[in-house]
């Protein structure tokens, strides 16, 4: 079954604010809140379907992406890799819910606080030449993030020695009490949330389990990809926790301006200058393409802000599935700003053998007004 519209989830405009949109989500998740629908499977999913819409439109970049390709531009962040700090100021109303009603299979990076813990994705903006967006190429990014101790192979614990559950929380992460309708819960202050105790931390990590490192990585980009659009690289985030799999890296493009060409989704725009007598008498031309220059035939009388479609000579469909879009050439007649005697001259009798101007009167419309060639009369007399 295909999702809902976020906006129509939250029953907000697509111009919503983010006050806006945090305020209807907390209106929604207090109305359906399990506690307050103790059994009730259908408050339940409203609930969660709430929770990803918000965790869509509270994320800026998501929701641009969402806004521009709908639920096919998230690509599976809407289920993945989503940011919980969208949701800090909800912990009086979400508290524990992540174990208990499985907030892990709703964002797929939902997870118990003291297991292995899903590493966080990463964004990396790239910015690419116009030509380079018509071509597939590969290119190399230095990337740096959070990578397993190799010390300690990520447990944080020197060696010879282990990290021991939490007393306090029992490997939880948390504590949990009981307010009113809702279950709140706590960061333990013992573990400080890793539900873990390490009693003698790795030299290399303090006790971390990773470090900073960079790491050269080469991505393919595919022809015909625009700016806003993103390449997803799995697993190429930062380390997971306790053994937890790694996020993913995300590459966000930016297509630099082309200083020729514009444009339109695969269709390409342009203008080029055409002297008046090849407009008049028609003929062959050069035109720019992204392959180079090109013939092509401008045909007797062409006026001034015409559009010509060249097929075929646009940009290629990212998908691979649409072939090219088109190239769509506007003609501009230049007005020669100086002319020799010689050519004044021509120009003279050539304008000499054209019909003279002549204006005629506009006639009355059905209100009885006058036309433009009347009132200009009476003014001069």
């Not at 930062?238 to 993913?248: I, K, L, S, T, Y």
């Amino acid at each position: 079954m295909s999702k809902r519209d976020y906006y129509e989830v939250l029953s907000v405009s697509r111009t919503a604010t983010d006050q806006e949109i945090k305020s209807a989500y907390r209106r929604l998740a207090l109305n359906f809140h399990p506690d307050r629908n103790p059994g009730d499977r259908a408050a339940e999913d409203k609930f969660k379907e709430a929770a990803e819409a918000y965790a869509v439109l509270a994320d800026a970049d998501k929701r641009h992406m969402y806004d521009r390709f709908g639920h096919a531009g998230l690509g599976g962040a809407a289920t993945s890799g989503f940011d919980p700090t969208v949701f800090t100021g909800f912990e009086d109303i979400l508290g524990g819910l992540g174990d208990i009603f499985g907030f892990s299979e709703v964002f797929g990076g939902g997870r118990r606080r003291g297991g292995p813990q899903r590493g966080a994705d990463l964004r990396y903006d790239l910015e690419i030449s116009f030509e380079e967006s018509a071509r597939d190429f590969e290119t190399s990014i230095l990337i740096p993030r959070q990578e397993a101790c190799d010390t300690c192979n990520g447990s944080g614990a020197a060696e010879g020695s282990a990290p021991t559950t939490c007393p306090q929380c029992h490997g939880r992460g948390q504590i949990r009490y009981q307010q009113g309708f809702f279950t709140v819960a706590r960061t333990c202050g013992q573990c400080r949330g890793t539900g873990s105790i390490i009693a003698k931390p790795c030299p290399t990590c303090r006790g971390a389990g990773r470090v900073q490192k960079e790491r050269k990585l080469t991505v393919r980009i595919p022809a015909g990809i625009a700016t806003g659009q993103r390449l997803r690289l799995t697993g190429e985030g930062e380390a997971g926790v306790a053994g937890g799999p790694r996020g993913d890296l995300y590459v966000v493009i930016q297509v630099l301006d082309h200083p020729f060409f514009q444009r339109d989704g695969n269709d390409l725009h342009c203008e080029i200058p055409l002297q008046y007598p090849t407009a008049a008498l028609g003929g062959p031309i050069r035109i720019p393409t992204l392959a180079g220059e090109e013939s092509f035939t401008i045909p007797e009388g062409t006026q001034t802000g015409t559009t010509f479609r060249v097929r075929g000579r646009g940009m290629p469909d990212v998908t691979g599935r649409g072939g090219r879009g088109d190239l769509l050439v506007t003609v501009k007649v230049l007005t020669p700003k100086k002319l020799t005697k010689e050519q004044k001259k021509l120009l003279e009798q050539f304008a000499a053998s054209l019909p003279k101007d002549k204006y005629e009167p506009t006639p009355l419309d059905d209100q009885g007004d006058r036309g433009l060639f009347d009132r200009v009369k009476d003014i001069f007399g």
